[in-house]
Antibody, heavy 118, light 110 residues
Framework: QLQLRESGPGLVKPSETLSLTCSVS??????????WAWIRQPPGKGLEWIGT???????YYNPPLKSRVTISGDTSKNQFSLTLSSVTAADTAVYYC??????????WGKGTTVTVSS | QSALSQPPSASGSPGQSVTISCTGT?????????VSWYQRHPGKAPKLIIY???KRPSGVPDRFSGSKSGNTASLTVSGLQAEDEADYYC??????????FGGGTKLTVL
């Protein structure tokens, strides 16, 4: 059974870089035709797709975040990661990882809360 | 403001039916058959309940159904049960490798 789990610091200072990892079990990040996504939900707001990495390593990013986002995969650890640079308070959110379909997420992690504050 | 518009709340009594709408544009919901719905209970991971507008993953009760008309998608929950009380989110592909989500609807079972 596919399971995803997010991990990373819960507190990041303004202007610094947020880094999160999604560990995948019961499946493989390089399974053919699999796609792995990051989604976030700021307090009191809806969900926002951040970006997706394909099994091939191709990445797709939400245009408003594209200049600050990098999603990468580590097949040796069966993980994929998110880095978001130059964070501000507006990046405070619950961050989710999901996969492995392109148009929707069959499975999500439980989410991890990241607060941007000095 | 979310890209897809959902009512913030909906409610119904046990056994009743409730429909939650998700309004987009001709560039997303209106253009593609890739609308999905997710259920999220507090503190838990979101769960896929509808994909490709009308399809249900294995294990999702047939009380949950999806549809689309023009730029609006809908999720109907029939025969409401107490465990259906949750937040529901819609999502749509918008072309150019872009996914959109709605703001979410809190469903209350009275």
């Amino acid at each position: 059974q596919l399971q995803l789990r997010e991990s990373g610091p819960g507190l990041v200072k303004p202007s610094e870089t947020l880094s999160l990892t999604c560990s995948v079990s019961g499946g493989s990040v390089n399974s053919p035709v699999s796609y792995w996504a990051w989604i976030r939900q700021p307090p009191g707001k809806g969900l926002e797709w951040i970006g997706t990495i394909a099994y091939s390593g191709t990445t797709y990013y939400n245009p408003p975040l594209k200049s600050r986002v990098t999603i990468s995969g580590d097949t040796s650890k069966n993980q994929f990661s998110l880095t978001l640079s130059s964070v501000t308070a507006a990046d405070t959110a619950v961050y989710y990882c999901g996969g492995p379909q392109y148009y929707h997420m069959d499975v999500w992690g439980k989410g991890t809360t990241v607060t941007v504050s000095s | 403001q979310s890209a897809l518009s959902q009512p913030p709340s909906a409610s119904g009594s046990p056994g009743q039916s409730v429909t939650i709408s998700c309004t987009g544009t001709s560039s997303d919901i209106g253009a593609f058959k890739y609308v999905s719905w997710y259920q999220r209970h507090p503190g838990k991971a979101p769960k896929l309940i509808i994909y490709e507008v009308t399809k249900r993953p294995s294990g999702v009760p047939d009380r949950f159904s999806g549809s689309k008309s023009g730029n609006t998608a809908s999720l109907t929950v029939s025969g409401l049960q107490a465990e259906d009380e949750a937040d529901y989110y819609c999502s749509s592909y918008a072309g150019n490798n872009l996914l959109l989500f709605g703001g979410g609807t809190k469903l209350t079972v009275l």
